[in-house]
């Protein structure tokens, strides 16, 4: 099993910036991805960047150019810096982590199974 815990959420105004933290703990050998997903009003969770094992990452196209993800393997933390965000970006942001399956995952941000607690983002204008 795999713990998540997400810091550094707040109230940040458009075009400011901010960075999120997430510190893993537990069986994080098992895992090949980790990655941030938002969540507004209980409406399906949706990735917004991942980042793999050998350091590919994937995001979403709505954060491409403005949001990085990044990890410290020694740190064992995961972080994503939120640069020029916008009032649509409002959600609580989660961690999520990944095992392998015996299939690969149908998309980037398919199959995380493992989460953290959440931390809210929002943006005002």
């Known amino acids: 099993q795999v713990q998540l815990v997400e810091s550094g959420g707040g109230s940040v105004q458009a075009g400011g910036s901010l960075r999120l933290s997430c510190v893993a703990s537990g069986d994080i050998a098992s895992t090949d991805s980790m990655g941030w997903f938002r969540q507004l009003l209980g409406i399906v969770r949706v990735g917004v960047a991942t980042v793999n094992t050998s350091g590919g990452t994937n995001s979403a196209e709505s954060v491409k150019g403005r949001f990085t993800i990044s990890k410290d393997n020694v740190k064992n933390t995961l972080y994503l810096e939120i640069n020029s965000p916008k009032p649509q970006d409002t959600a609580m942001y989660y961690c999520?982590?990944?095992?392998?399956?015996?299939?690969?995952?149908?998309?980037?941000?398919?199959?995380?199974?493992?989460w953290g607690q959440g931390t809210q983002v929002t943006v005002s204008s």
């Open positions: 999520g982590a990944r095992r392998p399956g015996i299939l690969p995952p149908v998309s980037w941000d398919a199959d995380f199974t493992e």
